[in-house]
């Protein structure tokens, strides 16, 4: 007899067993990213448990995003960004590719936590006062990852090419177009016009696989370049930690 959390897998069609690979996976890159930082996720294994955890969200960060860029680069394999063919590519994937519903459904929530870390993450820097000098620029770079997530979510919304994915581009146009000033230049840029058409799909999947990522590289590398110019250890501390 399945427990409910077999159960609950099963109705999305996630194996346990692809689950456990991913959460290891998980567990790699996010020890990878301390030993890169120089920090030790138990070396503060004496002070309060809520700053401890606090603290880890920057690593979890940087693993729930390897996550979703490998899930998204293997969605890119079968992906064909055409209005005539975006659904019937999905639905190949999710019933003929080994594995393939699974990627799916894990790359969609994968890219959900993403969004909430990040909320969690800034506010916890924002509870530190980790935006004044020295650290402004850390705290400027991380609320441009903050943007450019909200615009990861934005594309890839629209790239199922369904009457949901339409309905809710569509209602992203009407409330764009109306921002007095810039809202009519910025749907012409954004979307190509006030009509969601085959221009609009291909400037989503264009900035959704090519220009955001190579930004969000591009802003990672500063980002962690600037953490690593701060003396290891007091990196991450509260303020409260730092002050003991």
């Given at each position: 007899?399945?427990?409910?959390?077999?159960?609950?897998?099963?109705?999305?069609?996630?194996?346990?067993?692809?689950?456990?690979?991913?959460?290891?996976?998980?567990?790699?890159?996010f020890g990878r990213i301390y030993a890169w930082l120089k920090l030790d996720p138990d070396g503060r294994a004496d002070r309060g448990k809520l700053s401890r955890w606090?603290?880890?969200?920057g690593g979890l960060l940087f693993a729930v995003l390897m996550m979703t860029s490998i899930t998204g680069l293997l969605l890119?394999?079968?992906?064909?960004?055409?209005?005539?063919?975006?659904?019937?590519?999905l639905r190949y994937l999710e019933s003929e590719v080994t594995?393939?519903?699974?990627?799916?459904?894990?790359?969609?929530?994968?890219?959900?936590?993403?969004?909430?870390?990040?909320?969690?993450?800034?506010?916890?820097?924002?509870?530190?006062?980790?935006?004044?000098?020295?650290?402004?620029?850390?705290?400027?770079f991380g609320s441009v990852l903050l943007f450019l997530s909200f615009?990861?979510?934005?594309?890839?919304?629209?790239?199922?090419?369904?009457?949901?994915?339409?309905?809710?581009?569509?209602?992203?146009?009407?409330?764009?177009?109306?921002v007095p000033l810039f809202g009519s230049p910025l749907v012409s840029i954004l979307y190509g016009g006030k009509d969601v058409t085959w221009l609009t799909l291909i400037r989503f999947y264009s900035a959704h696989v090519f220009v955001l990522p190579m930004a969000t590289g591009a802003v990672l590398f500063i980002h962690f370049s600037y953490l690593r110019r701060r003396r290891p250890g007091t990196a991450m501390k509260s303020p409260g930690e730092r002050d003991e």
């Open positions: 007899m399945k427990s409910r959390l077999e159960r609950w897998l099963s109705d999305r069609g996630i194996d346990p067993l692809d689950l456990l690979g991913i959460l290891a996976f998980s567990g790699f890159v606090a603290s880890h969200t890119a394999f079968y992906y064909h960004p055409t209005p005539e063919s975006a659904q019937a590519s594995f393939g519903r699974t990627i799916r459904q894990v790359h969609a929530w994968s890219a959900s936590l993403l969004i909430f870390l990040l909320f969690f993450h800034v506010f916890r820097c924002f509870i530190w006062r980790s935006y004044g000098w020295p650290k402004g620029l850390t705290w400027f615009y990861f979510m934005l594309t890839g919304r629209l790239l199922p090419w369904d009457q949901n994915a339409y309905w809710k581009t569509v209602a992203n146009i009407e409330v764009l177009w109306n």
